[in-house]
C-alpha cells in the first residue's frame, strides 16, 4: 500500500494567510479558495470588497486545477490555441487563478483566488502554496 502527503487544516491555514497577505500588500480585494485533492473546500475567505461571484469562482477555479492536476490557465491557453472543444470538459473553469498544491510529486489539493486580473489571481495563489511548499 501507497502513502502519500495529504493537504491538512493547519496547512490550509498558513495558505490562506500567506494568500491573504499577498493580496493586502497589492491591496487587491479577492476571494480565496483552498480545495482538497479530491476538490472538496477546505477553506474560503472573501477579502472586504470581494463579489459573491468571486467565490463561487474561486472554489471552480480551485477545482479545475485540482480534478485536473493542472493550472486552471493551462485549459485556458488549450482553449485560445484553437482547443474549443475543452469548453465541454466536465468540471473546468478554464480562467487562469487556480493552481494545484503538489508534494513529493502528488498533487494534495488546490487554490483558486479571483477577484483581480487573472494573472494577478494566481500570484496570490502561487504565494499560498509557497507557506507549506517552499521552491
Do not use: Y
Amino acid at each position: 500500500m501507497k502513502t502519500r502527503p495529504m493537504l491538512t487544516l493547519a496547512d490550509v491555514k498558513k495558505i490562506a494567510a500567506e494568500a491573504e497577505a499577498e493580496a493586502i500588500r497589492n491591496k487587491w480585494e479577492v476571494a480565496i479558495a483552498i480545495l482538497d485533492d479530491g476538490g472538496h473546500l477546505m477553506g474560503l475567505m472573501r477579502m472586504d470588497g470581494a463579489t459573491p461571484a468571486n467565490a463561487t469562482i474561486a472554489i471552480e477555479k480551485a477545482r479545475t486545477s485540482a480534478l485536473s492536476r493542472r493550472t486552471s490557465g493551462f485549459w485556458e491557453e488549450r482553449i485560445k490555441s484553437g482547443r474549443v472543444s475543452m469548453l465541454k470538459m466536465p468540471g473546468v473553469l478554464p480562467v487562469q487563478g487556480g493552481v494545484p498544491i503538489m508534494a513529493e510529486g502528488v498533487c494534495v489539493g488546490a487554490v483558486g483566488v479571483s477577484g483581480v486580473q487573472s494573472h494577478e489571481d494566481e500570484q496570490i495563489a502561487n504565494a499560498g502554496i509557497k507557506a507549506v511548499i517552499p521552491g
